[in-house]
């Protein structure tokens, strides 16, 4: 296949990104905004638990525990629903 046809099909090309209406932007813009956010406010949350309400370091430890096994838990959720996913259309074709 030459260059210029993998260029073509490539579906992430400027000229397709630039067509995006604003609603499109708002919503990408949103979700990237929403989801950094939130994963980089919880270490800090716990930081601030930790000064402001002198909470013990065996506090922290099962604070950041928690968001860990969180974190490992949707991991996991994700690749379970992909193998789900990909099983039920081999199944449908």
């Known amino acids: 296949m030459s260059k210029s046809s993998e260029k ?9 990104i630039q067509r995006f209406n604003l609603n499109v932007w708002a919503v990408l813009s949103g979700t990237l905004l929403a989801r950094t956010s939130y994963f980089m406010a919880w270490p800090f949350i716990g930081g601030i638990i930790l000064q402001w309400f002198s909470a013990t370091w065996l ?9 860990i096994m969180y974190a490992l838990y949707s991991y996991v959720e994700n690749k379970v629903n992909e193998t789900t996913n990909n099983q039920l259309q081999k199944v449908d074709c």
Do not use: D, I, M, Y
Not at 8 to 16: A, C
Not at 59 to 67: G, H
């Open 59 to 67: 506090f922290a430890l099962c604070f950041f525990s928690c968001f």
């Open 8 to 16: 073509k099909q490539s579906l992430f090309q400027w000229q397709r």
